[in-house]
């Protein structure tokens, strides 16, 4: 398995400085290093307000995403949070470990008691990914997608909009779409 964690100790060395200059000196993208350096994994089952049923916007995806050579990792991330999204409606830890990095997992498997013993249900109404950054971390490649659509948490609740960025890693090598882990999640509404 994957750990996003090891950058951790680059990102202390270079706390000092301004954090376009750290970016720099990692040779990764600013909205990397702030997902490596302080995003935390919020709990899947989210509160959220009645707001309008329509996609939201992305907010920070840039042009790198309309690039037809990130297609094969765009549709693969879908097909990631879709099976996330089934794995943990489901309780399913063995898929949750095999889709999530060992320090992801354990978040997760931390938080699925607090769930309750429900089944949890959650169908996705609309999805839209954004490729953010692809960036290589030593030995480790990292993609930070911005995930935006439509849910329904219950059959009786009504669908609400989300937003979340997530980090993508998996050793380099793999074909364009495969082989990657969630690393880090962060919702982001």
Do not use: C, Y
Not at 40 to 67: D, E, F, N, Q
Request: glycine share 6%; no cysteine.
């Amino acid at each position: 398995m994957l750990k996003a964690a090891a950058p951790a100790v680059l990102l202390g060395a270079l706390a000092a400085l301004p954090l376009a200059a750290s970016a720099a000196a990692l040779g990764v993208s600013v909205a990397t290093l702030l997902v490596l350096a302080g995003a935390r994994r919020l709990p899947m089952p989210r509160l959220r307000r009645a707001l309008p049923v329509r996609p939201p916007r992305p907010l920070l995806a840039r042009a790198a995403s309309a690039r037809a050579e990130h297609a094969p990792l765009l549709g693969a991330a879908r097909k990631q949070f879709l099976r996330l999204q089934s794995a943990w409606d489901a309780a399913d830890l063995d898929a949750l470990r095999r889709l999530t990095t060992e320090d992801m997992f354990e978040q997760i498997a931390a938080e699925l008691p607090a769930r309750g013993r429900e089944p949890n249900r959650t169908e996705v109404l609309a999805l839209e990914a954004h490729l953010i950054a692809l960036d290589r971390v030593g030995a480790i490649e990292l993609a930070s997608i911005e995930f935006s659509g439509v849910v329904r948490e219950s059959a009786r609740g009504a669908p609400a909009p989300f937003r979340e960025l997530w980090m993508l890693a998996r050793s380099p090598g793999g074909a364009a779409g495969e082989g990657w882990l969630l690393a880090r999640q962060q919702a982001l509404m």
